[in-house]
T-cell receptor
Framework: SQTIHQWPATLVQPVGSPLSLECTVE??????LYWYRQAAGRGLQLLFY??????ISSEVPQNLSASRPQDRQFILSSKKLLLSDSGFYLC???????????FGNGTRLTVT | QQQVKQSPQSLIVQKGGISIINCAYE??????FPWYQQFPGKGPALLIA?????SEKKEGRFTISFNKSAKQFSLHIMDSQPGDSATYFC???????????FGSGTRLLVRP
């Protein structure tokens, strides 16, 4: 069966520090991969998605970037964090078009 | 811009009652409509989904009703339980798309 791993679960970082969040998927090949952000008590904002290795689409201009160095690995990065980058970051995968989207358990990022 | 409008924003129901959450979509061809359930600190999990060739789908206490002509779909939770207290998101997937468009979420509280 397919599983998605996301780490760390929580992270506290100072303003101006770099960020690297990693997500891996097991049990499937060539998944579509996604990064979402959820502000406290708010909805799901799509940040990036990828349909293949090295292919990244950005949905919202911001202080973040994403990379997909391997088929089942998706990384969210920032060179210098801002206070506004705080939130709940969710990685997700989808096997094909118009099919279920499966989420990881998220990373709670607090920028201080 | 493609949108999915979800209501109500929050909902309080007594144990044993029926919870109803509504979503409406705009002038776009969508062909997959999932509902997600999210508990605090966790990623959203797929609850139930429907495709537009059926008007209703039931899984246990959860039912999706779909009205294609009105471009509306709703989630009904029968015999609501305190364990159903969570945030619920509706979503819609445009035909042939790798992306889901999410509603803004409904925070459900089921009182004992």
């Amino acid at each position: 069966s397919q599983t998605i791993h996301q780490w760390p679960a929580t992270l506290v970082q100072p303003v101006g520090s770099p960020l690297s969040l990693e997500c891996t998927v097991e049990g499937t090949s060539n998944p579509n991969l996604y990064w979402y952000r959820q502000a406290a008590g708010r909805g799901l904002q799509l940040l990036f998605y990828s349909v293949g290795i090295g292919q990244i689409s950005s949905e919202v201009p911001q202080n973040l970037s994403a990379s997909r160095p391997q088929d089942r690995q998706f990384i969210l990065s920032s060179k210098k964090l801002l206070l506004s980058d705080s939130g709940f970051y969710l990685c997700a995968w989808m096997g094909s078009t118009n099919s279920p989207l499966h989420f990881g358990n998220g990373t709670r990022l607090t920028v201080t | 811009q493609q949108q999915v409008k979800q209501s109500p924003q929050s909902l309080i129901v007594q144990k044993g009652g029926i919870s109803i959450i509504n979503c409406a979509y705009e002038n776009t061809a969508f062909d997959y409509f999932p509902w997600y359930q999210q508990f605090p600190g966790k990623g959203p999990a797929l609850l139930i989904a429907i495709r537009p060739d059926v008007s209703e789908k039931k899984e246990g206490r959860f039912t999706i009703s779909f009205n294609k002509s009105a471009k509306q779909f709703s989630l009904h939770i029968m015999d609501s339980q305190p364990g159903d207290s969570a945030t619920y998101f509706c979503a819609a997937s445009p035909t042939g798309s790798y992306k889901l468009i999410f509603g803004s979420g409904t925070r459900l509280l089921v009182r004992p």
